[in-house]
């Protein structure tokens, strides 16, 4: 089952999520609330950072995939599309230390 589920969020293993185009939409879409990457200078307090939500101990891509695609009410609703959540989750799993 969660097999099933991997592969029909990122596709087959050799289509892979680009993490690279993950950033580009973390900087269009998300940066407003939070901080995306290093070099950013400020984002809402109440928020976490990108870096913070890859540190989490049992943070994968799957889950925060699954948690953009379903609507939350703290966020804004972007339509995202399977392999753009796919992206931006991959983009937050490249900041895990």
Not at 38 to 50: E, G, H, I, L
Request: net charge negative; glycine share 6%.
């Amino acid at each position: 089952m969660a097999a099933a589920a991997v592969l029909w969020l990122y596709g087959s293993p050799a289509t892979g999520a680009d993490a690279s185009h993950g950033a580009d939409l973390a900087k269009r879409w998300c940066a407003s609330c939070h901080l995306v990457e290093s070099t950013q200078k400020q984002a809402d307090a109440d928020v976490p950072a990108f870096a913070a939500i890859a540190g989490i101990s049992d943070f994968t891509p799957a889950k925060v995939a699954f948690f953009l695609l379903d609507p939350h009410p703290k966020m804004p609703n972007f339509p995202l599309s399977r392999t753009e959540a796919a992206d931006l989750a991959a983009y937050i799993g490249s900041l895990r230390k």
